[in-house]
């Protein structure tokens, strides 16, 4: 079976620095220089369908442009590239989710998937109205999907739960197809909503074996269920013609990134009641030391953005051999991003993905004969980027 790619829109904004935000740190998008318009956002996703990605994610909160919105626009100016939408089921009525899934499905022609994102930010969800525990958002999350569920199957429903109620509610039209749902979440209140719920089980970009291990666990709540869960993993990816060079770019990315800002995008992080958001902490402790935690795995980034830190760094077959261990690890899903999001994905699918489909591990969706062709670094990223960058974006060096 082929591994599955996904990019990342930076609706926050992009930069050849690291842009925080989320999870407590500042909500500005700290470090951004290319404002997240739609020509920009245009160029970053033409690139990632001609490049052979399946999909992007598109991020949800109170930091970035609302991801509904913004991948319908983008549906009309991309032919095959699927929209990983990022929502928070709390702020939706499940029938109202439901129909919008319906219709994106029909306008877009199947072009959606949902990533569900509970919320693990109290301070954030009271200022959107949600006034629930992190346990008992969980709860809510389990009945949403159970009354979609439902409606997506074409079923009339009455449910009356501890969080939501509704009584005689259905789909005049059903999504064709219905979308799969992606769903994160490490707490002993996630699991085994994942378990029950989602189609593909997400996790931030931890060591393979502790991915592997919680894979096992969600696999296990699934299995008990009789279901089958596909895997992912979120992590950026800085790939280049030489070991030397990635790790020299990852060096000016570090080098960019003040003490001060550190500190302050820490003090906010440690706040966060997400266990994932703890988990990653734990990896790097705020030090600028000990950022290889393992080889090729960096964990840099998370010294200033909140959720996804780490960073696969290296040769393109390093970093090939690195999703390898994932895959290994029960991966089958990877979801990356890079500062900028427009170069890194030339590199990524010029130098990674041509390596992957040559062992069998990957197979690029639609026009095949195009996706992962060309040069695999050199100068053609930045010149193909750079031509991109003249095609009606806001692009500032």
Not at 27 to 32: D, I, V, Y
Not at 115 to 141: C, H, M, P, W
Not at 181 to 203: E, K, N, R
Request: include cysteine; charged fraction near 20%; glycine fraction near 14%.
């Amino acid at each position: 079976m082929s591994l599955t790619f996904h990019w990342f829109l930076p609706t926050s904004g992009d930069s050849r620095r690291i842009v925080g935000g989320g999870h407590g740190t500042p909500l500005s998008g700290s470090g951004a220089d290319r404002p997240p318009d739609i020509g920009y956002l245009v160029q970053i996703a033409r690139a990632a369908e001609q490049l052979g990605f399946t999909g992007a994610l598109t991020p949800t909160g109170a930091w970035c442009e609302d991801a509904w919105l913004t991948t319908a626009m983008l549906t009309r100016h991309t032919e095959r590239l699927k929209f990983l939408v990022a929502f928070r089921p709390g702020f939706l009525s499940p029938t109202l989710a439901a129909q919008m899934a319906a219709t994106y499905q029909r306008q877009s022609g199947g072009r959606l998937l949902l990533n569900i994102v509970t919320g693990g930010e109290s301070e954030e969800q009271r200022a959107y109205g949600d006034f629930l525990g992190k346990d008992e958002r969980y709860a809510r999350t389990a009945e949403f999907l159970h009354i979609v569920r439902a409606l997506w199957r074409g079923e009339r429903v009455d449910h009356e739960g501890a969080h939501l109620r509704v009584s005689g509610a259905r789909l005049t039209r059903l999504p064709d197809p219905v979308p799969p749902v992606y769903f994160g979440g490490s707490s002993a209140a996630a699991l085994p909503v994942a378990g029950q719920h989602c189609d593909v089980y997400l996790t931030w970009g931890e060591p393979p074996e502790q991915v592997a291990e919680k894979i096992g666990r969600v696999r296990a709540l699934a299995a008990a269920r009789g279901r089958r869960v596909r895997f992912g993993v979120r992590l950026h990816t800085i790939s280049r013609d030489s070991s030397q060079a990635a790790w020299a770019e990852a060096a000016r990315l570090l080098d960019g990134v003040d003490a001060q800002a550190v500190a302050a995008a820490q003090r906010g992080l440690a706040r966060s009641e997400s266990e994932g958001q703890r988990r990653m902490l734990a990896l790097h402790g705020g030090s600028r030391d000990g950022l290889e935690i393992r080889p090729g795995l960096w964990a840099g980034i998370g010294l200033v953005r909140g959720g996804a830190g780490t960073a696969l760094v290296g040769s393109h077959r390093e970093v090939a051999g690195l999703i390898g261990e994932y895959h290994r690890a029960g991966v089958e899903e990877f979801v990356l991003s890079g500062y900028p999001h427009l170069e890194e994905a030339y590199w990524f699918g010029e130098g990674v993905l041509p390596l992957l489909r040559a062992e069998g591990l990957f197979v690029p969706p639609g026009r095949q004969g195009r996706a992962g062709s060309g040069s695999r670094g050199g100068e053609s990223p930045g010149a193909r980027a750079g031509a991109a960058a003249g095609v009606g974006g806001s692009t500032k060096e």
